[in-house]
């Protein structure tokens, strides 16, 4: 985790010049704009993975002397096949066409909102996913 610490941050730098040089040389406010908050949202993302991994044991990938087979095992809990976020995100497509086609629209949607929400929440509380 450390590595990938050290290479979100040189990327943020890189970003950072980037960014100051864009500015400088075009005067341009949306795209300095954009390259300074890529910049930060790097910066972010490596602070906390260099902040985590002094916290956490070391894994294979920060050893050097590691093999393929030191990271091999369980990788964490990957849920199966749901189709929770299919109904909210269809709910969603119609309530974001509301503006659009006029507010009534997200009355009608906001149920499909709920119902696809709760779905989600609730999918391990029932059917053959219920965990005890």
Known sequence: MRIQGHLFTWVAIFMLVVAIVYGVWSKEPVGTTALFLSFALMAMIGFYLVFTARR???????????????????????????????????????????????????????????????????EYYRGENQTQ
Do not use: I, R
């Not at 087979?69 to 849920?79: C, M, Q, T």
């Not at 909210?88 to 909102?113: D, E, K, N, R, S």
């Open 56 to 122: 956490t044991d070391t894994g294979p990938q920060d050893n050097k002397d590691a093999d393929v087979a030191d990271d091999a095992g369980e990788l964490g809990f990957f849920s199966p096949h749901s189709w929770a976020p299919l109904a909210l995100g269809a709910g969603a497509v119609c309530a974001f066409m509301g503006p659009v086609f006029g507010w009534w629209l997200l009355y009608f949607t906001a149920p499909f909102l709920a119902v696809g929400l709760w779905l989600w929440v609730f």
